[in-house]
Every structure is written in structure tokens, then in C-alpha cells.
């Protein structure tokens, strides 16, 4: 005799664990272990009011823009969806099952205006470098070019001489 379709019934409360359904070896582990978002906070405080409502986490923007780079997703709207579904996006941006994403308009205030007026995205740039050079994983001896063709605007009547090289 064929049986009635079974309907689950959905649970009351769930115990439920991002944390174990990344693998150990996911790309976004070894991004995780090198990035330290602790001074971003102190850095951005004074791009930010004592009034109004709270704004969205900035470790939480840096993140998902950090995310958005290394997987190459270009637009913020279709980052804010695939943060939405992914649950390695929700481990690795520290969002739990429940937690809303940030809409996409946000990011593009942010972007262009309080996080490169602060100097925040040169900061993390070479504190991370600075923890991949501690960590062994590059030298810090030589660069790499993509030898991208980018168009100049270069006024040779107004080059400075400089003697020093870079840090």
C-alpha cells in the first residue's frame, strides 16, 4: 500500500551551527585568519554621530566589500543577495542564520565617502600585508604587475625628484 507524503513539521527551535557546516579548508578560513578588523572602529569613529539611529557595523561593511572583491562579485546589490543564500558569506561576514543583510545603497555611501576619507582601505591593506610578511606567506622583497593597460594624465613639468623608495 503506498503511503501518505510525509510533511515535515517545522521545528520549534533549532540548533543550528554555521560554524560546522564550513569545511576547515574553505578559502574564506585562511582570508578569516588573517584579517583583524579590531582598529577599524577607532579609525572610522570620528566619520561617524553621537545622534540619530545606529548605523550598519563597519567590520560588517568591510567584510562583505572584502568578500565581494576576493570572489569578484562587482555589484553590491548581487552581494547583498549571495550573502543572503551563502551560508560560508554569513560565517565568513559573522551573520547568523536570522541576522538581516545590509541593503545595497548603504554600501555605496560608505564606500565612496567615510571609509576613503579615512584612509581606512590603505589601513587594512598594510596591516594585512604586514601579517602575511610575519606569517612567511610573502617576502615583501618584490612586486608583481598585472600589466593592465591604464591611460596616463601625467604632467612631466611638475614631477618632484625623490631620492627615497618606498617603506
Not at 11 to 23: D, R
Not at 60 to 73: E, K, P, S
Amino acid at each position: 500500500m503506498m503511503g501518505p507524503r510525509q510533511v515535515a513539521q517545522g521545528a520549534l527551535f533549532y540548533e543550528f551551527s554555521i560554524e560546522e557546516f564550513i569545511p576547515s579548508d574553505h578559502p574564506l578560513r585562511g582570508i578569516d585568519r588573517f584579517l583583524d578588523l579590531s582598529e577599524v572602529r577607532p579609525l572610522l569613529a570620528p566619520s561617524y554621530s553621537s545622534n540619530g539611529r545606529p548605523s550598519i557595523d563597519p567590520e560588517l561593511m568591510i567584510r562583505m566589500l572584502l568578500l565581494g572583491y576576493c570572489q569578484g562579485i562587482r555589484s553590491e546589490r548581487r552581494l547583498c543577495e549571495e550573502v543572503h543564500v551563502n551560508l560560508a558569506y554569513r560565517w565568513f561576514c559573522r551573520l547568523d542564520l536570522t541576522d538581516p543583510v545590509p541593503d545595497h545603497s548603504t554600501f555605496s555611501k560608505n564606500r565612496h565617502g567615510r571609509f576613503r576619507e579615512s584612509g581606512l582601505f590603505r589601513h587594512l591593506f598594510e596591516t594585512v600585508l604586514q601579517r602575511c610578511m610575519d606569517e612567511g606567506l610573502v617576502g615583501g622583497h618584490s612586486f608583481g604587475v598585472d600589466a593592465s593597460l591604464i591611460l596616463a594624465n601625467a604632467n612631466q613639468t611638475r614631477g618632484i625628484d625623490s631620492k627615497e623608495g618606498l617603506p
